[in-house]
């Protein structure tokens, strides 16, 4: 499967998952959410970008209770709890931010 | 509701050669996001999985030894690793990484503990489902 | 002509680096790679073996991409162990006849 970003093809797995991690832009992030009916508010992109600082440092995408945890843990506790999160990505926080953050999809999550 | 196990996973391989070390860390990460009890134990030339300043860039894969530094938000913080083997490697505990983890009080703990064989036993004896890799 | 013999086994695992050692003529070499490459520190094992192969003549080298990706410190190889890159892998091919692996 591939995605069109303003005339690029970006190459993605069946469930829309960039298939390049560094292919990743801030458009790619937007052409997914467009697709997904979804539009990217600051609190989406504080997510998003949470994620991919994630990855790079540990290189996975944590599952949705260890992200949740995470978040809380620096982000404040407002935002550390599904509520908030499930909200903001209400396919699943974990699943559907990793998919706007270019990650794989979470470890562990069925 | 949920049953929480106590799982050991046991790591006797080196990293990259094989696939058995990044296999386990996957199944580590799913036990560890499933809430269950893990803890894991290195030994043999599982020891070299957890060897700092690894760069495989080289060689054109991943580098997973990054993601040992994720274990303690998943609350696997238990690591074993086995003196005897380091020494007969030729190594010791400060060639491995610095993991930590913070105590419900907010106290900075090392995960990991480099103990002499005979403790394992123990520990290998406390687990309710033991996965080898 | 001379043969390149590689192996990519841990030798704390499997005896393939000992029987090759034991097989090598004076005038092999001797590569260390993928899990191998844990063969070449110093105090193992297996490091008095090598030590006393570099000493009868062998030539044993390292693959610096595999000591890399392991983090094994290259500054506590044993002595006479050199590191050759890939492209030093296809030079030790080219300059012996023919490559033994050892698996």
């Given at each position: 499967?591939?995605?069109?970003?303003n005339?690029?093809?970006?190459?993605?797995?069946?469930?829309?998952?960039?298939?390049?991690?560094?292919?990743?832009?801030?458009?790619?992030?937007?052409?997914?959410?467009?697709?997904?009916?979804?539009?990217?508010?600051?609190?989406?992109?504080?997510?998003?970008?949470?994620?991919?600082?994630?990855?790079n440092?540990?290189q996975i995408?944590?599952?949705?209770r260890?992200?949740?945890?995470?978040?809380?843990?620096?982000?404040?506790?407002?935002?550390?709890?599904?509520?908030?999160?499930?909200?903001?990505f209400?396919?699943?926080?974990?699943?559907?931010?990793?998919?706007?953050?270019?990650?794989?999809?979470?470890?562990?999550?069925? | 509701?949920?049953?929480?196990?106590?799982?050991?996973?046991?790591?006797?391989?080196?990293?990259y050669?094989?696939i058995?070390?990044?296999?386990?860390?996957?199944?580590?990460?799913?036990?560890?996001?499933?809430?269950?009890?893990?803890?894991?134990?290195?030994?043999?030339?599982?020891?070299?999985?957890?060897?700092?300043?690894?760069?495989?860039?080289?060689?054109?894969?991943?580098?997973?030894?990054?993601?040992?530094?994720?274990?303690?938000?998943?609350?696997?913080?238990?690591?074993?690793?086995?003196?005897?083997?380091?020494?007969?490697?030729?190594?010791?505990a400060?060639?491995?990484?610095?993991?930590?983890?913070?105590?419900?009080?907010?106290?900075?703990?090392?995960?990991?503990?480099?103990?002499?064989?005979?403790?394992?036993?123990?520990?290998?004896?406390?687990?309710?489902?033991?996965?080898?890799? | 002509?001379?043969?390149?013999?590689?192996?990519?086994?841990?030798?704390?695992?499997?005896n393939?680096?000992?029987?090759?050692?034991?097989?090598?003529?004076?005038?092999?070499?001797?590569?260390?790679?993928?899990?191998?490459?844990?063969?070449?520190?110093?105090?193992?094992?297996?490091?008095?073996?090598?030590?006393?192969?570099?000493?009868?003549?062998?030539?044993?080298?390292?693959?610096?991409?595999?000591?890399?990706?392991?983090?094994?410190?290259?500054?506590?190889?044993?002595?006479?162990?050199?590191?050759?890159?890939?492209?030093?892998?296809?030079?030790?091919?080219?300059?012996?006849?023919?490559?033994?692996?050892?698996?």
């Amino acid at each position: 499967m591939s995605l069109d970003v303003n005339g690029v093809i970006y190459e993605t797995d069946e469930e829309g998952y960039l298939a390049n991690l560094n292919d990743w832009t801030m458009s790619i992030a937007k052409a997914q959410a467009d697709k997904d009916g979804a539009e990217l508010e600051d609190a989406h992109w504080e997510v998003i970008h949470f994620l991919r600082e994630y990855y790079n440092e540990y290189q996975i995408s944590p599952a949705v209770r260890i992200l949740t945890k995470a978040i809380g843990k620096r982000l404040g506790s407002d935002k550390g709890n599904s509520k908030y999160l499930y909200e903001l990505f209400p396919h699943g926080p974990a699943k559907q931010a990793c998919k706007y953050a270019g990650l794989p999809k979470p470890t562990g999550c069925i | 509701m949920s049953v929480s196990k106590s799982f050991v996973c046991i790591n006797r391989k080196a990293p990259y050669g094989t696939i058995y070390a990044l296999e386990a860390l996957e199944v580590v990460l799913i036990a560890g996001a499933f809430e269950q009890q893990v803890k894991l134990i290195f030994m043999d030339d599982g020891v070299y999985q957890l060897t700092r300043n690894q760069n495989p860039a080289g060689i054109g894969m991943k580098n997973f030894s990054k993601t040992f530094g994720a274990l303690s938000d998943y609350d696997v913080d238990q690591i074993f690793v086995d003196s005897e083997s380091l020494n007969l490697r030729g190594l010791d505990a400060t060639d491995l990484q610095r993991l930590t983890h913070e105590t419900n009080d907010a106290e900075e703990r090392l995960s990991i503990k480099v103990v002499p064989r005979k403790e394992l036993v123990d520990i290998i004896e406390s687990a309710d489902v033991l996965f080898n890799f | 002509m001379a043969t390149l013999h590689t192996v990519n086994k841990s030798p704390f695992e499997r005896n393939s680096l000992e029987t090759c050692l034991s097989l090598c003529r004076f005038d092999a070499s001797v590569l260390l790679i993928e899990d191998a490459v844990v063969g070449a520190l110093q105090n193992t094992l297996i490091s008095k073996q090598i030590s006393e192969a570099v000493e009868s003549g062998i030539r044993v080298f390292a693959l610096n991409e595999d000591l890399e990706a392991r983090g094994l410190p290259l500054s506590r190889l044993i002595e006479g162990i050199t590191i050759v890159d890939y492209a030093g892998f296809v030079d030790l091919a080219a300059q012996n006849s023919k490559v033994q692996s050892w698996l």
